[in-house]
């Protein structure tokens, strides 16, 4: 049998041959960590090969996500479907071994890490998404969830800030099944880090309130096996394994060094560093001996197959929960959840109301036929109005609920959700108001590319928020929004499109959705029922004249009823105006030539956009001699009435833009 350096020095040599054949990555991580890896996964990590999605599995994130070959060396190990070819196709187009992780790409990766900091804030949320399914489903005799979340940090995940926000988070809930291995290896991109980085780390996760293992050698088993022992016993708390090792370890003169972090070693330097390592086979060859030390395959499988003994009893004990436990692993919907009926009563409900009103409503209706969903707000839930009324939130004290107090932490917040989603079972969806977007667009952007399903709740979408003046009031937010490749945003015009904008995004199980509501009231519009169908097509003829238009009044959110009263006025001294409502310019887009071209007819080339964001982004409907009335600067701080009439939205305004436009 392989000694536990030999195992660990197949990470080292697979990470230090893959990167080299590349030409580009970082084999230092992986070779630094290989040790610690090695105890975790042979002796504690709860997973199957054969089966990688396997519902009761233990989730491991590796958050310094530069060290991906550390993670492909690993599955490749183990048994996971992915081969030495994979491995030496590292870092090439279409490979399932991106120089990052990416989830969908290689079996076995559970989420997407590359920006620091937001693997560790992943792994908070599938903590979160554990704990909280295990209270909801699990019965006395039957622990049908049971399993603990790994994750891998280094310095710069520390580093950022947004490491700060979710621990403190982690340490708040008592998240007694996460545990954290710190990779202090005293070395970044710059070199050695106490120049910037001076932390007392063990201090200051104590503060969060974790449990924490200092000063292991991260390169003796032993001790690191030692270390785990204590994080599973400390399970009222998350726990912190502050891991001392050596970037680069085994290579003769880069170990230790800058230089072994993000570049390839070098062909001399792999091979002096196989002769200190006392490994001898060729690149990319793993002996059969150790194969078989690393190979998790029937072992994971047998306790897939104990699981599913256990789930079959459950199931017999509780047939409707297993069923609905089922059913919310596939992803799937319940088929009566009301969502379009919600829409019908909507639309005769009538009510002059803000959408973030209208938010509330769907949620105080839909919420209780959907456990899946998991709802929270980033210290704004009274604004955001996304605590409905049968929700409840969930504190270290009692793990039982539906809902979590993000507090100030937008970025750490979207991070957590997109962990949430990640896990499975649930459809997470937090709240702030929309300008604070800027601070978690990195996990926006990152829950579109790992195509997760968050719902994100932007409300105070406008300077139409008043008087806490230009750094609430959002102008530029929502073309970044809409430019986030699959990135669905919605920007309702009334309490209907609101309730339509909340069945499409729980609907679309392949990407985040944003919805961006407003503080102010606005008036319900009228609609027929082919209008009402039209909506879930991201813009339609709201409104429309006899005959071929000679203008297009294009309007989102607030502004349509800018454009309705115009159309009115319009047409009452002769002119044809269509005005067409577009909740969601990207599903607009996504429509087929016809639908689009039967709203926005080509012929009619008078258009005006209007929305109290920054014009730049309306050129591409109204087209470069439209018009838009818009933002091109930044609001006041002013009552919201004044505002829209200081910056041009009033019915008058666009009448005039209107007359003039037309001659």
């Not at 996971?80 to 991106?98: A, I, M, V």
């Not at 019965?139 to 700060?164: K, Q, V, Y």
């Not at 609920?401 to 989603?421: D, K």
């Not at 018009?627 to 600067?633: D, L, P, S």
Request: glycine fraction near 10%.
């Amino acid at each position: 049998m392989p000694s536990r350096r030999q195992l660990a020095n197949a990470i080292r040599a697979l990470s230090m041959d893959a990167v080299q054949k590349a030409k580009s990555g970082h084999p230092g991580a992986p070779m630094g960590m290989a040790d610690i890896a090695e105890v975790l996964w042979n002796d504690y990590l709860k997973h199957n090969p054969a089966n990688p999605k396997w519902a009761d599995r233990d989730r491991f994130v590796l958050s310094n996500g530069h060290g991906s070959m550390l993670l492909y060396s690993l599955l490749h190990l183990t048994g996971y479907d992915l081969t030495l070819e994979d491995l030496q196709n590292f870092r090439q187009l279409h490979s399932r071994t991106p120089g990052h992780p990416e989830l969908g790409y290689t079996p076995g990766v559970e989420t997407t890490t590359g920006p620091l900091g937001q693997g560790l804030a992943n792994a908070v949320g599938m903590a979160i998404a554990e704990r909280t399914l295990a209270a909801e489903y699990n019965r006395a005799g039957h622990e049908i969830i049971d399993h603990r979340t790994w994750c891998f940090a280094g310095d710069g995940c520390l580093m950022e800030g947004i490491s700060h926000e979710v621990c403190s988070l982690a340490g708040t809930q008592g998240l007694g099944k996460l545990t954290v291995f710190y990779d202090d290896n005293g070395i970044s991109i710059d070199g050695e880090v106490e120049g910037w980085f001076t932390d007392d780390t063990a201090k200051r996760f104590e503060a969060y309130g974790w449990h924490v293992v200092p000063d292991v050698d991260g390169h003796d088993p032993a001790q690191v096996d030692a270390a785990i022992q204590l994080a599973i016993q400390n399970d009222d708390r998350p726990s912190l394994i502050i891991c001392k090792t050596v970037i680069g370890f085994g290579s003769p003169n880069k170990a230790g060094k800058e230089e072994a972090h993000g570049a390839a070693l070098g062909d001399d330097e792999v091979e002096a560093t196989r002769k200190q390592l006392g490994w001898p086979h060729p690149p990319f060859h793993v002996p059969d001996d150790i194969y078989a030390g690393w190979d998790a395959k029937d072992a994971g499988s047998q306790r897939e197959k104990q699981w599913d003994e256990r789930f079959a009893r459950y199931a017999e004990a509780y047939p409707e929960l297993a069923k609905e436990l089922e059913r919310r692993w596939r992803g799937e919907l319940p088929g009566d959840f009301g969502g379009e009926k919600l829409i019908q009563e909507t639309q005769r409900a009538g009510d002059e109301t803000a959408t973030r009103k209208a938010s509330l409503a769907v949620l105080n209706a839909l919420a209780p036929t959907l456990p899946e969903l998991f709802g929270g707000s980033a210290d704004l839930a009274p604004s955001n109005l996304t605590f409905w009324k049968g929700a409840k939130a969930i504190s270290k004290e009692d793990v039982a609920g539906t809902y979590l107090h993000y507090g100030v932490r937008e970025f750490g917040m979207a991070a957590i959700m997109n962990g949430i989603s990640m896990h499975g079972a649930f459809i997470p969806y937090g709240a702030t108001f929309l300008t604070f977007m800027e601070y978690m667009h990195n996990a926006v952007r990152m829950a579109a590319l790992a195509r997760r399903q968050v719902i994100h709740v932007f409300t105070h979408d406008s300077i139409g928020l008043g008087e806490d003046g230009p750094t609430h009031q959002p102008v530029e937010q929502l073309n970044a929004l809409r430019i986030t490749p699959n990135l669905v945003t919605w920007r309702p015009c009334d309490a209907t499109e609101t309730a339509a904008a909340w069945v499409q995004a729980l609907k679309r199980s392949a990407g985040p959705s944003a919805l961006v509501l407003t503080r102010q009231n606005l008036p319900p519009q009228e609609r027929t029922t082919a209008q009402l169908a039209h909506i879930e097509r991201g813009g339609y003829v709201l409104r429309d004249c006899e005959g071929t238009p000679e203008l297009i009044l294009i309007g989102t959110g607030s502004e349509v009823q800018l454009a309705m009263g115009a159309a009115e006025v319009l047409e009452k001294e002769g002119r044809k105006v269509r005005v067409v409502s577009m909740p969601s310019t990207t599903v607009f887009d996504e429509q087929d030539a016809d639908y689009r071209e039967s709203v926005l007819p080509s012929a009619v080339r008078k258009r005006i956009a209007i929305e109290a964001a920054h014009v730049d982004y309306w050129y591409k409907h109204v087209g470069l001699d439209g018009r838009v009335i818009g933002m091109t600067g930044y609001g006041e701080s002013a009552p919201a009435s004044d505002l829209f009439k200081h910056f041009g939205f009033t019915v008058d305004n666009v009448v005039e833009q209107a007359k003039a436009y037309l001659g």
